[in-house]
């Protein structure tokens, strides 16, 4: 694939579609697939469940994305596809083949039949420290897998969870890599500017603008404090407040909620919640 950076976004026309479009099946995908419900969206598509024609046991996740909406912002959906076809692990989301056709892209994937984690997150209120630890050890699984590979997800949140199945030991599947980005492995640490996430889950120093792969690690720890008590650890009334305490809140465990965690786990979200990343432990 051509590197993302060589293609301009800005451009009018199909030109920025011309290295995807060589890459991507042109066949109708309304002849290869059955489509079924809408089952979500994400950043600049909606999600379709789908099954093969040839095959209606098996079935697909499918997110189709709007040329028009995709065409000033290109190289997020390259980077996408780039990432998703590198990358194979059990708590990441299987890429599995890509559609163009003149109004839409199309990305097929694996579904997952469990909903989103943070839909289990709000039904259970918070998690035994059994489950927080088994669910957060794959969702590290999965993150060191992305930094081994010189990408940073830049946008965990439990919305970006997906559960396998509906049992309660359902294994959990990241997704939604449409702000995550590449890194050199030459420099695993190379500082990247550019402001995205998610307000509760963003790290202190991407505020600051000067960032690396180790704030996937902060966005971790927020979920893993989420689990253990109900609420995210820096909260306010509207985003500038929220940002603010990020910024320049202490850590703080409440002794009416969490009293009955252990100092292990607690140590765990410390190490994961500090605002210095050069003190912050790493997914690995």
Same mark, same amino acid.
């Given at each position: 694939?051509?590197?993302?950076?060589?293609?301009?976004?800005?451009?009018?026309?199909?030109?920025?579609? +011309?290295?995807?479009?060589?890459?991507?099946?042109?066949?109708?995908?309304?002849?290869?697939?059955?489509?079924?419900?809408?089952?979500?969206?994400?950043?600049?598509?909606?999600?379709?469940?789908?099954?093969?024609?040839?095959?209606?046991?098996?079935?697909?996740?499918?997110?189709?994305?709007?040329?028009?909406?995709?065409?000033?912002?290109?190289?997020?959906? &390259?980077?996408?596809?780039?990432?998703?076809?590198?990358?194979?692990?059990?708590?990441?989301?299987?890429f599995h083949q890509a559609?163009?056709?003149?109004?839409?892209?199309?990305?097929?994937?694996?579904?997952?039949?469990?909903?989103?984690?943070?839909?289990?997150?709000?039904?259970?209120?918070?998690?035994?420290?059994?489950?927080?630890?088994?669910?957060?050890?794959q969702m590290l699984s999965? /993150?060191?897998?992305?930094?081994?590979?010189?990408?940073?997800?830049?946008?965990?949140?439990?919305?970006?969870?997906?559960?396998?199945?509906k049992s309660e030991g359902?294994?959990?599947?990241?997704?939604?890599?449409?702000?995550?980005?590449?890194?050199?492995?030459?420099?695993?640490?190379?500082?990247?500017?550019? /402001?995205?996430?998610?307000?509760?889950?963003?790290?202190?120093?991407?505020?600051?603008?000067?960032?690396?792969?180790?704030?996937?690690?902060?966005?971790?720890?927020?979920?893993?404090?989420?689990?253990?008590?109900?609420?995210?650890?820096?909260?306010?009334?509207?985003?500038? &407040?929220?940002?603010?305490?990020?910024?320049?809140?202490?850590?703080?465990?409440?002794?009416?909620?969490?009293?009955?965690?252990?100092?292990? +786990?607690?140590?765990?979200?410390?190490?994961?919640? &500090?605002?210095?990343?050069?003190?912050?432990?790493?997914?690995?």
């Open positions: 694939m051509v590197d993302a950076a060589m293609v301009d976004g800005t451009k009018g026309g199909d030109d920025v579609f +011309a290295t995807i479009s060589k890459e991507f099946s042109q066949t109708d995908i309304r002849t290869v697939y059955k489509f079924l419900d809408v089952v979500g969206g994400g950043h600049f598509g909606t999600v379709r469940r789908v099954h093969p024609k040839s095959d209606p046991e098996v079935t697909y996740a499918v997110k189709s994305i709007l040329r028009a909406d995709i065409a000033k912002d290109i190289k997020l959906l &390259e980077e996408e596809l780039f990432i998703l076809r590198q990358i194979d692990h059990p708590n990441i989301v299987k559609f163009i056709d003149y109004r839409y892209v199309h990305i097929v994937m694996e579904f997952c039949t469990g909903g989103e984690l943070f839909d289990r997150i709000v039904q259970a209120h918070k998690f035994t420290e059994k489950h927080a630890c088994e669910i957060m050890q999965s /993150v060191k897998h992305l930094h081994e590979h010189g990408i940073v997800h830049r946008d965990l949140k439990p919305e970006n969870f997906l559960m396998s199945d359902a294994e959990v599947k990241l997704i939604d890599f449409g702000l995550s980005k590449r890194f050199s492995n030459k420099n695993s640490l190379e500082k990247m500017k550019t /402001v995205v996430g998610t307000p509760y889950y963003v790290a202190p120093e991407v505020l600051k603008g000067s960032y690396d792969k180790r704030c996937d690690v902060w966005s971790l720890g927020v979920i893993l404090f989420v689990f253990l008590c109900g609420y995210p650890p820096f909260e306010g009334d509207n985003n500038k &407040e929220i940002f603010k305490n990020v910024l320049k809140q202490d850590l703080v465990f409440d002794p009416a909620d969490w009293t009955s965690v252990s100092k292990e +786990a607690k140590d765990l979200v410390s190490k994961m919640l &500090e605002k210095d990343p050069e003190q912050r432990i790493t997914a690995n």
